[in-house]
Protein backbone atom coordinates (compact mmCIF):
# COMPACT_ATOMS: atom_id res chain seq x y z
CA UNK A 1 0.00 0.00 0.00
CA UNK A 2 2.70 2.87 0.71
CA UNK A 3 4.70 1.46 -2.28
CA UNK A 4 1.27 2.18 -4.07
CA UNK A 5 1.37 5.72 -2.51
CA UNK A 6 4.55 6.47 -3.49
CA UNK A 7 4.56 5.51 -6.88
CA UNK A 8 1.29 7.89 -6.90
CA UNK A 9 2.89 10.70 -5.76
CA UNK A 10 5.96 10.52 -7.79
CA UNK A 11 3.72 10.09 -11.18
CA UNK A 12 1.91 13.26 -10.17
CA UNK A 13 4.70 15.74 -9.13
CA UNK A 14 7.22 13.70 -11.80
CA UNK A 15 5.60 13.13 -14.76
CA UNK A 16 3.94 15.53 -17.46
CA UNK A 17 1.15 14.95 -19.44
CA UNK A 18 0.63 16.78 -23.17
CA UNK A 19 -2.44 16.31 -25.15
CA UNK A 20 -2.21 14.66 -28.25
CA UNK A 21 -2.34 16.52 -31.97
CA UNK A 22 -2.62 15.32 -34.88
CA UNK A 23 -1.41 17.20 -38.01
CA UNK A 24 -4.53 17.33 -40.69
CA UNK A 25 -3.25 18.02 -44.39
CA UNK A 26 -6.23 19.56 -45.64
CA UNK A 27 -6.16 22.97 -47.50
CA UNK A 28 -9.92 23.83 -46.90
CA UNK A 29 -9.42 23.08 -42.78
CA UNK A 30 -6.20 24.87 -42.54
CA UNK A 31 -7.58 28.23 -44.74
CA UNK A 32 -10.61 28.35 -42.69
CA UNK A 33 -8.43 28.15 -39.79
CA UNK A 34 -5.98 30.53 -40.21
CA UNK A 35 -9.03 32.83 -41.46
CA UNK A 36 -10.48 32.87 -38.09
CA UNK A 37 -6.57 33.31 -36.36
CA UNK A 38 -6.23 36.62 -38.30
CA UNK A 39 -9.78 37.65 -37.48
CA UNK A 40 -9.10 37.22 -33.79
CA UNK A 41 -5.98 39.09 -33.58
CA UNK A 42 -7.30 41.98 -35.60
CA UNK A 43 -9.90 42.11 -33.36
CA UNK A 44 -7.39 42.02 -30.16
CA UNK A 45 -5.21 44.70 -31.52
CA UNK A 46 -7.44 46.70 -33.77
CA UNK A 47 -10.55 46.85 -30.99
CA UNK A 48 -8.89 45.97 -27.66
CA UNK A 49 -5.69 47.68 -28.30
CA UNK A 50 -5.92 50.35 -30.28
CA UNK A 51 -9.78 51.54 -30.32
CA UNK A 52 -10.65 50.62 -26.35
CA UNK A 53 -7.01 50.88 -25.19
CA UNK A 54 -7.39 47.79 -23.44
CA UNK A 55 -3.82 48.26 -21.53
CA UNK A 56 -4.65 51.08 -19.84
CA UNK A 57 -6.75 52.09 -16.76
CA UNK A 58 -9.03 54.48 -16.16
CA UNK A 59 -10.57 56.94 -14.34
CA UNK A 60 -12.75 60.11 -14.12
CA UNK A 61 -12.62 63.27 -13.08
CA UNK A 62 -14.02 65.25 -9.63
CA UNK A 63 -14.84 68.63 -10.62
CA UNK A 64 -15.87 72.14 -10.05
CA UNK A 65 -17.29 75.04 -12.01
CA UNK A 66 -17.32 78.50 -11.60
CA UNK A 67 -19.13 81.11 -14.08
CA UNK A 68 -19.35 84.84 -13.98
CA UNK A 69 -21.57 86.70 -16.84
CA UNK A 70 -20.92 90.07 -17.94
CA UNK A 71 -22.86 92.67 -20.26
CA UNK A 72 -24.95 95.77 -19.64
CA UNK A 73 -28.57 96.60 -21.73
CA UNK A 74 -30.60 99.36 -22.20
CA UNK A 75 -34.33 99.36 -22.36
CA UNK A 76 -37.06 101.86 -22.99
CA UNK A 77 -41.07 101.16 -22.51
CA UNK A 78 -43.33 103.55 -22.49
CA UNK A 79 -40.88 106.45 -21.80
CA UNK A 80 -39.20 104.72 -18.96
CA UNK A 81 -35.42 104.44 -19.45
CA UNK A 82 -33.67 101.95 -17.79
CA UNK A 83 -30.11 99.79 -17.28
CA UNK A 84 -29.78 96.59 -16.72
CA UNK A 85 -26.57 95.17 -15.42
CA UNK A 86 -25.52 91.45 -13.72
CA UNK A 87 -27.52 91.96 -10.52
CA UNK A 88 -30.47 92.39 -12.58
CA UNK A 89 -30.74 89.88 -15.18
CA UNK A 90 -29.22 86.77 -12.69
CA UNK A 91 -31.26 85.22 -10.74
CA UNK A 92 -33.01 81.56 -9.64
CA UNK A 93 -35.96 80.02 -10.66
CA UNK A 94 -40.39 80.27 -9.61
CA UNK A 95 -43.38 78.27 -10.26
CA UNK A 96 -45.73 80.32 -11.66
CA UNK A 97 -50.05 79.19 -11.52
CA UNK A 98 -54.07 80.53 -11.86
CA UNK A 99 -56.90 79.08 -10.85
CA UNK A 100 -60.48 79.76 -11.91
CA UNK A 101 -63.97 79.29 -10.66
CA UNK A 102 -67.77 78.63 -11.34
CA UNK A 103 -69.01 78.58 -7.63
CA UNK A 104 -68.01 79.96 -4.15
CA UNK A 105 -67.79 75.97 -3.45
CA UNK A 106 -64.66 76.34 -6.15
CA UNK A 107 -62.91 78.33 -3.36
CA UNK A 108 -62.47 76.81 0.00
CA UNK A 109 -61.52 79.60 2.38
CA UNK A 110 -57.88 79.60 4.29
CA UNK A 111 -56.59 77.04 1.74
CA UNK A 112 -54.13 77.65 -1.36
CA UNK A 113 -53.77 76.27 -4.62
CA UNK A 114 -50.96 75.58 -6.49
CA UNK A 115 -51.39 77.39 -8.84
CA UNK A 116 -53.41 79.82 -7.29
CA UNK A 117 -52.11 83.86 -6.49
CA UNK A 118 -52.68 83.71 -2.58
CA UNK A 119 -54.46 82.84 -0.01
CA UNK A 120 -58.07 81.92 -0.84
CA UNK A 121 -61.07 83.97 1.00
CA UNK A 122 -63.84 81.28 0.34
CA UNK A 123 -65.64 83.82 -2.50
CA UNK A 124 -65.89 83.40 -5.78
CA UNK A 125 -65.61 86.28 -7.76
CA UNK A 126 -68.57 86.46 -10.92
CA UNK A 127 -67.27 89.35 -13.06
CA UNK A 128 -64.00 87.33 -13.31
CA UNK A 129 -65.01 83.87 -12.43
CA UNK A 130 -61.83 83.61 -10.42
CA UNK A 131 -61.14 83.21 -6.48
CA UNK A 132 -61.23 85.82 -4.85
CA UNK A 133 -57.49 85.59 -2.75
CA UNK A 134 -55.59 87.83 -0.18
CA UNK A 135 -52.75 88.74 -2.22
CA UNK A 136 -50.70 91.46 -3.97
CA UNK A 137 -52.79 93.47 -6.02
CA UNK A 138 -53.30 93.72 -8.82
CA UNK A 139 -52.41 90.08 -9.58
CA UNK A 140 -50.32 89.37 -12.65
CA UNK A 141 -51.12 89.59 -16.17
CA UNK A 142 -48.61 87.67 -18.14
CA UNK A 143 -50.79 87.58 -21.50
CA UNK A 144 -48.19 90.20 -23.06
CA UNK A 145 -44.75 89.24 -23.92
CA UNK A 146 -42.83 91.87 -25.18
CA UNK A 147 -41.99 91.28 -28.76
CA UNK A 148 -39.27 92.07 -29.91
CA UNK A 149 -37.79 90.75 -26.54
CA UNK A 150 -36.60 93.81 -24.28
CA UNK A 151 -32.71 92.59 -23.95
CA UNK A 152 -31.95 91.63 -27.44
CA UNK A 153 -28.72 93.13 -26.91
CA UNK A 154 -27.61 90.32 -24.81
CA UNK A 155 -25.94 88.71 -27.62
CA UNK A 156 -23.43 90.47 -26.99
CA UNK A 157 -22.51 89.56 -22.77
CA UNK A 158 -20.13 87.55 -22.47
CA UNK A 159 -19.71 84.83 -19.87
CA UNK A 160 -16.34 83.00 -18.04
CA UNK A 161 -15.84 80.04 -17.37
CA UNK A 162 -13.39 78.48 -14.97
CA UNK A 163 -13.10 74.83 -14.37
CA UNK A 164 -11.03 72.48 -12.70
CA UNK A 165 -10.59 68.85 -12.40
CA UNK A 166 -8.75 66.09 -10.29
CA UNK A 167 -8.04 62.55 -11.49
CA UNK A 168 -7.91 61.18 -7.98
CA UNK A 169 -6.32 57.45 -8.99
CA UNK A 170 -3.29 59.41 -11.20
CA UNK A 171 -3.15 62.07 -9.05
CA UNK A 172 -3.40 64.83 -11.60
CA UNK A 173 -5.02 67.77 -11.03
CA UNK A 174 -6.10 70.36 -13.81
CA UNK A 175 -7.47 73.72 -14.73
CA UNK A 176 -9.43 75.47 -18.17
CA UNK A 177 -6.40 77.94 -17.32
CA UNK A 178 -4.17 75.96 -19.08
CA UNK A 179 -0.71 76.76 -20.14
CA UNK A 180 -0.53 80.21 -22.07
CA UNK A 181 -4.05 81.26 -20.13
CA UNK A 182 -3.19 84.35 -18.18
CA UNK A 183 -4.62 87.07 -16.92
CA UNK A 184 -3.73 89.53 -20.25
CA UNK A 185 -5.13 86.93 -22.66
CA UNK A 186 -7.81 86.25 -20.84
CA UNK A 187 -8.54 90.27 -20.51
CA UNK A 188 -8.26 89.85 -24.66
CA UNK A 189 -9.67 86.56 -25.87
CA UNK A 190 -13.21 85.81 -27.15
CA UNK A 191 -13.79 81.82 -27.22
CA UNK A 192 -13.55 80.64 -31.15
CA UNK A 193 -13.63 76.67 -31.95
CA UNK A 194 -10.37 77.15 -34.48
CA UNK A 195 -9.21 80.80 -33.30
CA UNK A 196 -9.05 80.72 -29.91
CA UNK A 197 -10.28 77.15 -28.60
CA UNK A 198 -9.03 77.19 -25.04
CA UNK A 199 -10.25 80.91 -24.12
CA UNK A 200 -12.52 80.82 -21.37
CA UNK A 201 -14.25 83.63 -22.31
CA UNK A 202 -17.88 82.82 -24.65
CA UNK A 203 -20.13 85.04 -25.98
CA UNK A 204 -23.56 84.61 -25.36
CA UNK A 205 -24.57 84.82 -29.04
CA UNK A 206 -21.65 82.15 -30.37
CA UNK A 207 -23.06 80.48 -27.46
CA UNK A 208 -26.80 80.52 -29.10
CA UNK A 209 -25.51 80.07 -32.76
CA UNK A 210 -23.22 76.68 -31.82
CA UNK A 211 -26.22 75.45 -30.15
CA UNK A 212 -28.53 75.52 -32.40
CA UNK A 213 -30.76 78.19 -31.34
CA UNK A 214 -31.62 81.59 -32.65
CA UNK A 215 -30.92 84.55 -30.55
CA UNK A 216 -34.27 86.24 -31.57
CA UNK A 217 -36.58 83.17 -30.73
CA UNK A 218 -34.53 82.00 -27.24
CA UNK A 219 -34.64 85.47 -26.23
CA UNK A 220 -38.37 85.76 -26.77
CA UNK A 221 -39.53 82.26 -25.14
CA UNK A 222 -36.93 81.32 -23.20
CA UNK A 223 -34.78 77.81 -23.10
CA UNK A 224 -31.88 75.64 -22.12
CA UNK A 225 -28.33 75.63 -23.16
CA UNK A 226 -26.03 72.69 -22.33
CA UNK A 227 -22.27 73.58 -21.68
CA UNK A 228 -20.13 70.29 -22.28
CA UNK A 229 -16.44 71.11 -20.83
CA UNK A 230 -14.79 67.29 -22.16
CA UNK A 231 -11.82 66.52 -20.37
CA UNK A 232 -10.29 63.13 -22.47
CA UNK A 233 -6.73 62.81 -21.48
CA UNK A 234 -3.78 60.32 -22.42
CA UNK A 235 -1.22 60.62 -19.29
CA UNK A 236 1.01 58.44 -20.98
CA UNK A 237 2.28 61.49 -22.30
CA UNK A 238 2.90 64.91 -20.72
CA UNK A 239 0.43 66.22 -18.60
CA UNK A 240 0.45 69.88 -20.51
CA UNK A 241 -1.80 67.99 -23.52
CA UNK A 242 -4.41 67.40 -21.15
CA UNK A 243 -6.77 70.23 -22.37
CA UNK A 244 -10.53 70.55 -22.53
CA UNK A 245 -12.88 71.03 -25.50
CA UNK A 246 -15.87 73.31 -25.28
CA UNK A 247 -19.21 72.08 -26.83
CA UNK A 248 -22.51 73.65 -26.72
CA UNK A 249 -26.04 71.89 -27.01
CA UNK A 250 -29.74 73.17 -27.11
CA UNK A 251 -31.54 71.30 -24.17
CA UNK A 252 -34.81 72.50 -24.77
CA UNK A 253 -36.95 75.48 -25.62
CA UNK A 254 -36.30 75.64 -29.37
CA UNK A 255 -40.18 76.70 -30.62
CA UNK A 256 -39.08 74.85 -33.93
CA UNK A 257 -38.79 71.75 -32.30
CA UNK A 258 -40.73 69.00 -33.65
CA UNK A 259 -42.63 67.67 -30.14
CA UNK A 260 -45.63 66.30 -30.90
CA UNK A 261 -46.89 67.98 -27.53
CA UNK A 262 -45.54 71.21 -26.53
CA UNK A 263 -46.61 71.21 -23.27
CA UNK A 264 -44.31 73.50 -21.85
CA UNK A 265 -42.37 75.88 -25.00
CA UNK A 266 -39.35 77.71 -23.79
CA UNK A 267 -37.74 78.69 -20.34
CA UNK A 268 -39.30 81.16 -18.03
CA UNK A 269 -39.46 82.42 -14.32
CA UNK A 270 -40.84 85.23 -11.80
CA UNK A 271 -39.17 87.17 -9.57
CA UNK A 272 -39.98 90.47 -7.41
CA UNK A 273 -38.14 93.37 -5.73
CA UNK A 274 -40.20 95.13 -2.41
CA UNK A 275 -39.80 98.47 -1.69
CA UNK A 276 -41.87 100.66 0.76
CA UNK A 277 -44.19 104.07 -0.84
CA UNK A 278 -45.38 106.44 1.56
CA UNK A 279 -45.14 103.62 4.72
CA UNK A 280 -47.16 100.86 2.22
CA UNK A 281 -45.27 98.10 1.22
CA UNK A 282 -45.25 97.44 -2.39
CA UNK A 283 -43.08 95.29 -5.09
CA UNK A 284 -42.28 95.22 -9.00
CA UNK A 285 -43.16 91.63 -10.29
CA UNK A 286 -41.20 90.69 -13.28
CA UNK A 287 -41.98 87.48 -15.56
CA UNK A 288 -38.60 86.76 -17.36
CA UNK A 289 -37.91 84.61 -20.53
CA UNK A 290 -34.15 84.01 -20.34
CA UNK A 291 -31.71 81.37 -21.10
CA UNK A 292 -30.51 78.78 -18.33
CA UNK A 293 -26.94 77.50 -18.73
CA UNK A 294 -26.30 73.88 -17.19
CA UNK A 295 -22.22 73.01 -17.41
CA UNK A 296 -21.92 69.33 -17.74
CA UNK A 297 -18.00 68.31 -17.06
CA UNK A 298 -17.39 64.60 -18.96
CA UNK A 299 -13.93 63.45 -18.24
CA UNK A 300 -11.96 60.24 -18.81
CA UNK A 301 -7.82 59.47 -18.15
CA UNK A 302 -5.88 56.92 -19.20
CA UNK A 303 -2.44 55.53 -18.55
CA UNK A 304 -0.86 52.57 -19.00
CA UNK A 305 -1.42 49.64 -16.40
CA UNK A 306 0.56 46.08 -16.36
CA UNK A 307 -2.74 44.41 -14.90
CA UNK A 308 -5.22 45.37 -17.85
CA UNK A 309 -2.79 44.69 -20.22
CA UNK A 310 -1.99 40.96 -19.14
CA UNK A 311 -5.40 40.63 -18.79
CA UNK A 312 -6.30 41.84 -22.13
CA UNK A 313 -3.75 39.59 -23.71
CA UNK A 314 -4.83 36.11 -21.57
CA UNK A 315 -8.31 36.77 -23.15
CA UNK A 316 -7.26 37.39 -26.62
CA UNK A 317 -5.30 33.84 -26.25
CA UNK A 318 -8.35 32.50 -25.05
CA UNK A 319 -9.86 33.65 -28.11
CA UNK A 320 -7.84 31.80 -30.13
CA UNK A 321 -9.30 28.61 -28.95
CA UNK A 322 -12.21 29.92 -31.06
CA UNK A 323 -10.25 28.50 -34.47
CA UNK A 324 -9.85 25.02 -32.66
CA UNK A 325 -13.40 24.23 -32.27
CA UNK A 326 -14.48 25.40 -35.16
CA UNK A 327 -11.47 23.07 -37.85
CA UNK A 328 -12.83 20.53 -35.13
CA UNK A 329 -16.63 20.25 -35.97
CA UNK A 330 -16.03 20.92 -39.46
CA UNK A 331 -13.18 17.77 -39.40
CA UNK A 332 -15.39 15.89 -37.32
CA UNK A 333 -19.13 16.52 -38.87
CA UNK A 334 -18.80 17.96 -41.96
CA UNK A 335 -16.23 16.22 -44.48
CA UNK A 336 -16.46 13.28 -46.09
CA UNK A 337 -13.73 11.30 -44.36
CA UNK A 338 -15.07 12.66 -40.64
CA UNK A 339 -14.75 8.77 -39.45
CA UNK A 340 -11.06 8.72 -40.44
CA UNK A 341 -10.89 12.08 -38.56
CA UNK A 342 -12.53 10.75 -35.96
CA UNK A 343 -10.57 7.86 -35.76
CA UNK A 344 -7.21 9.54 -35.39
CA UNK A 345 -8.30 11.67 -33.26
CA UNK A 346 -9.60 9.87 -31.00
CA UNK A 347 -8.45 6.48 -29.00
CA UNK A 348 -11.25 4.34 -28.50
CA UNK A 349 -10.98 1.41 -26.22
CA UNK A 350 -14.36 -1.32 -25.56
CA UNK A 351 -14.06 -1.75 -21.54
CA UNK A 352 -16.04 -5.37 -22.09
CA UNK A 353 -13.53 -6.98 -24.49
CA UNK A 354 -11.03 -6.07 -22.43
CA UNK A 355 -12.05 -7.66 -19.32
CA UNK A 356 -12.81 -10.97 -21.65
CA UNK A 357 -9.25 -10.94 -22.74
CA UNK A 358 -8.01 -10.66 -19.09
CA UNK A 359 -10.21 -13.44 -17.59
CA UNK A 360 -9.43 -15.64 -20.90
CA UNK A 361 -5.28 -14.91 -19.79
CA UNK A 362 -6.26 -16.26 -16.17
CA UNK A 363 -7.73 -19.03 -17.25
CA UNK A 364 -5.21 -20.63 -19.13
CA UNK A 365 -2.48 -19.63 -16.76
CA UNK A 366 -4.07 -21.54 -14.28
CA UNK A 367 -4.61 -24.58 -16.43
CA UNK A 368 -0.75 -24.43 -17.20
CA UNK A 369 -0.28 -24.53 -13.44
CA UNK A 370 -2.74 -27.21 -12.83
Not at 273 to 297: A, M, S
Not at 323 to 344: H, I, Q, S, W
Request: hydrophobic share 35%.
Amino acid sequence: MKSQITNALSDFFFEYETPRQVLVRNRRVGVVCRLIQLGVLAYIIGWVFIYEKGYQSTDTAVSSVFTKMKGVGYTSVNGTERVWDVADYVFPSQLPGKHNCSSHADCEGGRYRRTAHGEMTGVCVQSTKTCEVLAWCPVENDHNIPDPPLLISAENYTLFIKNSVTFPLFGVTRSNLVEGIDSSYIRSCLHHPEKAPLCPIFRLGDIVQQSGFSIESIAKEGGAIGIVVDWTCNFDVHVKHCKPKYNFHGLYGNPNEKDNVKASVGYNFRYAKHYFENGTQKRTLLKVFGIRFDIIVQSLARKFDIIPTLTAIGSGVGIFGVATVVCDLVLLYLLPKREFYKNMKFKHTDTHTQVRSTMHKVKNANSVLM
